[in-house]
């Protein structure tokens, strides 16, 4: 039977060594990428959108990503439409990390599908291991929060600025604080919030 790769073992959910040099090479075409992604003219908007695709999984048709944006692999990052991110979007992408349509994203939010063994005896060996991470349709999360490994969040829910996800989330409900908690349901009364505005 073949050896797994480090590779292999790191997109099969199991510990792995992320120094292994095909891992390495891999973040370090991720970083080239992105280096020029991050330094085009703001104006320059389809061409950083062109870069993007160079490593990212899957996008839909519409997405925007404010620079500077940053990732291990990209190839690991799945969007769906009319997803927008803000600025110092950090994602640790070595698990599976997949977005519904309709994401938006505060600045500063975090995501990292990624860990380290609690004992450092196995971190000494350079071992890691890393869940996937997904995000439903109409989700918003707020500025600096911060997503953890292994997390599902449901379609429609906000999760509130500052806020450490480290459990599943689930749908329909504003989340918030450190560790993540619901705090109430969204309902249709909160469709009255803007009510009072003129929309035309």
């Known amino acids: 039977m073949k050896k797994q790769s480090e590779k292999e073992k790191m997109l099969a959910g199991k510990p792995y060594k992320g120094m292994s040099e095909e891992l390495l090479n891999d973040r370090q075409y991720a970083k080239e990428v992105l280096f020029d992604f991050n330094t085009l003219r703001p104006r320059e908007i389809e061409k950083r959108n062109e870069l993007l695709k160079q490593i990212l999984g899957k996008t839909g048709e519409t997405f925007f990503i404010e620079p500077p ?3 291990d692999y990209g190839y690991n990052i799945t969007l769906g439409e009319n997803f927008y991110s803000n600025y110092n979007f950090t ?3 070595c698990a599976p990390i997949t977005f519904g349509d309709h994401v ?3 600045p500063n939010v975090s995501i990292y599908a990624v860990n380290h063994p609690t004992h450092h005896e196995l971190r000494v060996q350079e071992y890691e291991y890393a869940l996937p991470v ?5 989700v918003w999360i707020g500025g600096g929060a911060i997503i953890n490994m292994g997390v599902s969040i ?3 829910t906000i999760i509130g600025s500052g806020s450490v996800v480290t459990k599943d989330i689930p749908a329909n409900v504003i989340a918030v604080g450190n560790p993540c908690r ?3 349901e969204i309902t249709d009364k909160d469709k009255k ?3 009072h505005l003129d929309y035309n």
């Open 154 to 156: 449901g379609d429609n």
């Open 134 to 138: 997904t995000i439903g349709n109409n």
């Open 69 to 71: 944006f940053r990732c």
């Open 91 to 93: 994602v640790l992408d």
């Open 193 to 195: 919030q803007f009510a």
């Open 104 to 106: 938006l994203l505060g």
């Open 182 to 184: 619901a705090l109430r």
